[in-house]
């Protein structure tokens, strides 16, 4: 008798992935999609994709070598690879060479790709990127959540770090650090930064700095972990927050000399899995990466817009005793809603899955959940991303403020469903 594979399949899955979902900020944005389609207003500060155009002589390179068909070398092109190099001397004064480079599909596959090649534990800090603890799970790791607060911006502390190594000491280790942060948009002061640096050379930690939201840091002022601990330093990036190429998938490592080990057994996972990145998608990342004044001026007007922003939801939020992080970069903010559990409690809301579910249902503004960041599920926190909005509209309107301030109308008139969002959010907890 023939037996029935589908129905085989479930029991058959590696345990590893066994119950694992489709990525959360996926998962919100086909949500979102699909209300919309049935003719719902939904506010769609779930996915964090970055509302502004890819920079036009980007553009152009991508046009210019769209006729490139061949495979690349495994490592990246090699003047894409000179590109970042420079790149890294220049915004954060690191000594670094076309060697150093990795290039992937996308900074998330590459950390995947270091995870399933380096056998260590996972250290990261609650809240973290929602794809972290899943990618460790698939592998096989363990992985170390170290609780943070609100009083520290959620940042990971010296010495929770070095109290977790302590105990055993030679253990092999990766530390993921992600600021500015996603969930948070908080970031670290270079002196703590210093400290975990020197936590991280004590124990022989491989640091990965995810740095993909550092060039959108607000003030323009991001600092490199990799300053203070090179050797043992990591250096993730890529186009998507940046230069708002998220679909083109384009990710990033930078290597000190001493982790060349780690770049080749990378590299020969990459070889027989997605053999090189896009060629014609490389072709045009130089042009991102040699910077110049279109780009400058592109960040400095992108940065503006963002740190406004966030500035007036912070505002709109604590009017109504929603608290949340000073925010530094990025183009996210992780709302407190705990002011409000007892009259969640009475709407039979006590998780911030609940609570994410029921703000879409009656207002259409899509949250994620705290717990997709790694908090425990009572803990009523959730991740808002201010992208909704028409990226090339609001840098056009910007020349108009170019000798004045920001005023909120510049939002309401050009950024409107970040101001309808908002204030749908706000409105909904007054009437609790």
Sequence with gaps: MRKNIRNQLPININLNVRGLSQSSTLA???????????????????????????????????????????????????????????FNKRTQYIDCSPDDILIGPGSKELIFILQLVYYGDLIIPTPSWVSYFPQARIIGRHVQWVPTSAEEHYRLSPEKLDMICRSDPNRPRIVILNYPSNPTGCTYPTEKLKELAAVARKYNIVLVSDEIYGMIHHQGQHVSIARFYPEGTIISSGLSKWCGAGGWRLGTFSFPPQLYWLREAMAAVAS???????????????????????????????????RYMAKIIRQKLAAVSITTPQVSGGFYLYPDFSLYRQKLKSHNILTSAELCDKILEETGVALLPGIDFGHQPDELVARLAYVDFDGSLALEKLSAFQDKKLQESYIRDY???????TKALCDWFSML
Aim: hydrophobic share 35%; proline share 8%.
């Design 28 to 86: 919100i944005n086909e949500k979102s999609r699909q209300l919309i389609l049935e003719g719902r207003k939904v506010y769609k500060f779930g996915l964090g994709q970055s509302p502004f155009p890819v920079p036009e002589p980007v553009v152009e390179a991508l046009r210019r070598h769209a006729h490139e068909k061949d495979y690349l070398p495994v490592r990246g092109l090699l003047p894409l690879r000179e590109a970042i190099a420079a």
């Design 272 to 306: 027989e899995t997605y053999t090189s990145t896009s060629a014609p998608i490389q072709y045009a990342a130089v042009r991102a990466f040699e910077g110049g004044d279109y780009i400058d001026q592109y960040l400095d007007d992108s940065r503006r817009i963002l």
């Design 415 to 421: 950024c409107p469903s970040i101001w309808e969002g």
